[in-house]
């Protein structure tokens, strides 16, 4: 059983790749279509801007694998940041960019209501879980996670969101439709909550 | 809600745990720092910076493996600083398992560096540093080279300056303070973080958790860190944590 963190140039891999490690859960750093296709799960991770992510996929020849593995196969994927909003249809951020839409929505720039919310919205914020299974489930109450973005993820439908986060005005924290899973924080820099999600969503992959 | 974020630093020099006296780094509190920053990852903190004040980069290798060492079990953000000088620089302590790259002298020597590589690596990897001293009239001017060289900049103004280039976040040192126990310069953090709106990082002077909490009540800056006060005592960094809750702050515990 392997998960495959995806490496297509952008943020900090290693950091999920050591989380995994730690777990002693098989994983490899890959951007090779073969090894996506032979894995049981993937984790689309990466930080920074929707465009490059995606222009980096489309010209490492990783689009139409992905889309195969995920959408024809039912591939357990957990999008981490960047990576869950790539799920979406689209972003506005710098000229419009078209996702997988694998969960409908749009990538947007977060508008706090008020100046003392900063953007990127960056540290340890709670969240509050609207569904349990599979990522959430027995969690202590309003857990904390580490969180570093400036957009986030507009869902078309609100009961694909599976936790929300407030930074003057509420977004989602996570987004799940089937073997879709997406995460705005970064589990792999949130300490024992976010390994426990982490080994959670290799549960899952497992039962699959 | 946001919470304040509470970051433990470790000033390395050599690959070894220095203890920092306004910049000046003479007694050895470790020699392996995987040790303190298990400690400190297991105590909760919330971030972890990583600072190489070596004077040259004669052994920046024992540095970089630090670094990579460090990552594999440090699982909240990892900042690293120092010698930073070029876009091969961020990408090597990344690829090692970095979050984040503090930036102090190249973005003064270089005035395209920080808009260069925070398009580059993103904002939110792009931490600007600003050491300062306050001079004879109490104005605080920024220094570089690890508090060798005096810009004559202004401290409000170089920050305004860096957000403007695209800095993710600040992280403010004051030089003056650094080591002496007497908590922070709360009138220039509170002034840094009026000025701007990315998050200010206060560092230098913190003793007691009654320092934290003063600047977080005090000043509007979103992170407090210290250095010394952690390495000295057992499990410091939950004790200040309580002590920090306890007094209503709004504090992952």
Known sequence: MTIAIIDYGLGNVKSVANA?????????????QQKLADVEGLILPGVGAFGDGMDNIRDMGLYEVI?????????????????????????????????????????????????????PHIGWNDIEVTIQE??????????DYYFVHSYYFEAKNESDVSAWCDHGGRFAAAVQIDNVFGVQFHPEKSQKAGISLLKKFYGFVKSC | MLKNRVIAVIILRYGE?????????TNVIHTDPAYAVNCFSKWNADEIVLLDV?????????????????????????????????????????????DKVIINSEAVRQPDFIEKVAKRFGSQCIVAGIDYRRNSAKE?????????????????????????????????SSIDNDGMRCGFDIELMKDVSDEVSIPVIAFGGALTANHLAQC?????????SAANMFHYSENSMRKMKRTLKQ??????F
């Open chain 2, 216 to 224: 977080l009540e005090e000043t509007g800056v979103d992170a407090v």
């Open chain 2, 17 to 25: 745990v220095v203890q920092s006296v306004q910049f000046k780094h």
């Open chain 1, 20 to 32: 995994l490690a730690a777990l002693d859960i098989d994983s490899v750093l890959t951007s090779d």
């Open chain 2, 247 to 252: 007094k209503g702050l709004n504090i992952r």
């Open chain 2, 140 to 172: 605080p001017t920024v220094f570089i080279d690890r508090g060798r060289e005096n810009t004559g900049i202004n401290v409000k103004s170089w920050a305004k300056e860096v957000e403007k280039r695209g800095a993710g976040e600040i992280f403010l």
């Open chain 1, 134 to 143: 599979p990522l959430f489930n027995s969690i202590e109450e309003t857990p």
């Open chain 1, 67 to 119: 889309l195969r593995e995920v959408k024809d196969k039912c591939k357990p994927i957990l999008g981490i940041c960047l990576g869950m909003q790539l799920l979406a249809d689209g972003s506005d951020e710098f000229g419009a960019h078209e996702g997988f839409g694998f969960i409908p929505g749009w990538a947007k720039r977060l508008t706090p209501s008020a100046r003392s919310f900063k953007v």
């Open chain 2, 54 to 98: 070596s004077r040259d980069r004669e052994r920046r290798e024992i540095f970089l493996q630090s670094v990579e060492k460090l990552s594999k079990t440090c699982f909240v953000p990892l900042a690293v600083g120092g010698w930073i000088k070029t876009t091969d620089d961020i990408k090597e302590v990344l690829s090692l398992g970095a």
